[in-house]
């Protein structure tokens, strides 16, 4: 089955809202085994939404349009699906009901009963979380569905209702396996799996390059998803015995939960102390929630009385090699490690520009230093390119990573 995306909004086209819902759509579809040819953007305007549908199934089997299902006069994707079809627009005694629930007994507004006005004869996809429900049509060996704009409406509506139905439409299972990958390059991942990815067939292993990883994709077709799992099985051993520890994880693992996973489960505890990331590296950990168990504590240290007067590093260190320097990244550690009690101390220092770097200290040049207790502080060089915030951005994934790394070889020694 070959699918197209349709946003309908004049909102998308002016930018006021990015289309995350194409987004979401095609890699839902895509774990069904439906390609996606196409995403689409058209404005509330019958004669081009129209036209768009015309566009999209000459040459798709389906076509998903997210948008204008609501109560209001530029709501029009009902209307314009259901004269593309040539079906009449009636009541849907349910919806209204529904409608009305979702109102608890005030007045409803003039324009409510739009609602639960729908194309005769089409398949109705409950709205749980609003008031316009979702609809499927099916005619002449073409499938449109319509689901809401919001994607608090259109992403649990399409898993719930529209999913089961398009499952049923689909003869193999089509599972993905993502592998996450941090300290190596997209084309330093293709070299060492070049011959994988030249022999592939099914499983199919595709990389996809990100600012500071790369994901690897496996997806197997399978009668069943038990026996697509089986295929992928081996190839993704055989991958992890490659590349080992740059895998940190997979499909949504995040590295800031891993860590944190790590720490709880060896009763450490962690503080931060940060420079040129300036909170990006603590906000990492604290977006998880419950991470105040083994999180004590962050703090940016910018300035050099700063570095003195928290972490109580010695004014003589930072004259002798200057506060971008593996000397200062180890006392940060240290020094965030001693004045909070916590087991670990993790540090950024650099030049994340535009101004500031001179031949001998680039922009683009950070340190890391790492203190666990009982154990030598380590030191990390990270040489990299890019804008402010990528610099930054990178410089937190390196931190994490290298505690990453040195919790796993804790853990391995026990």
Same mark, same amino acid.
């Given at each position: 089955?070959?699918?197209?995306?349709l946003?309908?909004?004049?909102?998308?086209?002016?930018?006021d809202?990015?289309?995350t819902?194409?987004?979401?759509?095609?890699?839902?579809?895509?774990?069904?085994?439906?390609?996606?040819?196409?995403?689409?953007?058209?404005?509330?305007?019958?004669?081009?939404?129209?036209?768009?549908?015309?566009?999209?199934?000459?040459?798709?089997?389906?076509?998903?349009?997210?948008?204008?299902?609501?109560?209001?006069?530029?709501?029009?994707t009902?209307?314009?699906?259901?004269?593309?079809?040539?079906?009449?627009?009636?009541?849907?005694?349910p919806?209204w009901?529904?409608?009305?629930?979702?109102?608890?007994?005030?007045?409803?507004?003039?324009?409510a009963v739009?609602?639960?006005?729908?194309?005769?004869?089409?398949?109705?996809?409950?709205?749980?979380?609003?008031?316009?429900?979702?609809?499927?049509?099916?005619?002449?060996?073409?499938?449109?569905?319509?689901?809401?704009?919001?994607?608090?409406?259109l992403?649990p509506?399409?898993?719930?209702?529209?999913?089961?139905?398009?499952?049923?439409?689909?003869?193999?299972?089509?599972?993905?396996r993502?592998?996450?990958?941090v300290?190596?390059?997209?084309?330093?991942?293709?070299?060492?799996?070049?011959?994988?990815?030249?022999?592939?067939?099914?499983?199919?292993?595709?990389?996809?390059?990100?600012?500071?990883?790369?994901?690897?994709?496996i997806?197997?077709?399978?009668?069943?998803?038990? @026996?697509?799992? %089986?295929? =992928? $099985?081996?190839?993704?051993?055989?991958?992890?015995?490659?590349i080992?520890?740059? *895998?940190? /994880?997979?499909?949504?693992?995040?590295?800031?939960?891993i860590?944190?996973d790590?720490?709880?489960?060896?009763?450490?505890t962690?503080?931060i102390?940060?420079?040129?990331?300036?909170?990006?590296?603590?906000?990492?950990?604290?977006?998880?929630?419950?991470?105040?168990?083994?999180?004590?504590?962050?703090?940016?240290?910018?300035?050099?009385n700063?570095?003195t007067?928290?972490?109580?590093?010695?004014?003589?260190?930072l004259?002798t090699?200057?506060?971008?320097?593996?000397?200062?990244?180890? @006392?940060?550690? %240290?020094? =965030? $490690?001693?004045?909070?009690g916590?087991?670990?101390g993790?540090?950024?220092?650099? *030049?994340? /520009?535009?101004?500031g770097?001179?031949?001998?200290?680039?922009?683009?040049?950070?340190?890391?230093?790492?203190?666990i207790?009982g154990?030598?502080?380590?030191?990390?060089?990270?040489?990299?390119?890019?804008g402010?915030?990528?610099?930054?951005?990178?410089?937190?994934?390196?931190?994490?990573?290298m505690?990453?790394?040195?919790?796993?070889?804790?853990?391995?020694?026990?």
């Amino acid at each position: 089955m070959v699918a197209e995306i349709l946003g309908v909004g004049t909102e998308l086209l002016l930018g006021d809202i990015a289309n995350t819902n194409a987004q979401f759509m095609s890699k839902v579809l895509a774990g069904l085994g439906i390609s996606v040819y196409g995403h689409t953007a058209v404005g509330d305007n019958a004669a081009r939404l129209t036209a768009a549908l015309e566009y999209a199934f000459g040459k798709a089997d389906m076509v998903v349009a997210c948008g204008g299902l609501g109560p209001t006069q530029d709501d029009i994707t009902k209307e314009v699906s259901a004269a593309y079809f040539g079906k009449e627009m009636v009541l849907h005694e349910p919806s209204w009901q529904a409608v009305q629930r979702r109102f608890g007994g005030r007045v409803l507004p003039e324009n409510a009963v739009r609602n639960a006005m729908v194309p005769a004869g089409s398949i109705i996809l409950p709205n749980n979380h609003g008031s316009a429900p979702g609809i499927c049509i099916e005619e002449n060996g073409k499938i449109l569905i319509l689901l809401p704009g919001p994607p608090s409406e259109l992403e649990p509506m399409f898993m719930e209702y529209a999913v089961p139905f398009l499952r049923k439409k689909t003869v193999l299972a089509f599972i993905s396996r993502t592998l996450k990958i941090v300290g190596l390059g997209e084309s330093r991942v293709e070299t060492i799996l070049q011959d994988l990815i030249a022999a592939q067939t099914n499983p199919t292993i595709a990389p996809y390059a990100k600012l500071t990883e790369v994901a690897l994709r496996i997806t197997a077709a399978a009668p069943t998803d038990e @026996a697509a799992h %089986e295929l =992928i $099985a081996p190839v993704a051993t055989e991958i992890y015995q490659r590349i080992g520890p740059h *895998i940190y /994880g997979e499909d949504n693992d995040s590295m800031a939960k891993i860590i944190l996973d790590s720490l709880e489960k060896s009763g450490q505890t962690l503080a931060i102390a940060e420079s040129c990331t300036g909170g990006l590296l603590t906000s990492a950990f604290v977006d998880i929630p419950g991470s105040s168990k083994n999180l004590l504590e962050g703090v940016v240290t910018y300035s050099n009385n700063a570095k003195t007067a928290r972490l109580g590093i010695d004014e003589d260190l930072l004259r002798t090699h200057g506060a971008v320097s593996p000397q200062v990244a180890a @006392a940060m550690a %240290e020094g =965030i $490690a001693k004045t909070s009690g916590a087991a670990i101390g993790i540090s950024t220092t650099g *030049i994340a /520009g535009p101004d500031g770097g001179t031949d001998e200290k680039p922009i683009g040049l950070v340190y890391i230093g790492l203190h666990i207790a009982g154990k030598p502080t380590q030191t990390k060089e990270l040489r990299t390119i890019g804008g402010r915030n990528e610099i930054r951005i990178r410089a937190v994934v390196s931190a994490m990573d290298m505690l990453r790394l040195a919790m796993e070889e804790q853990q391995s020694a026990l």
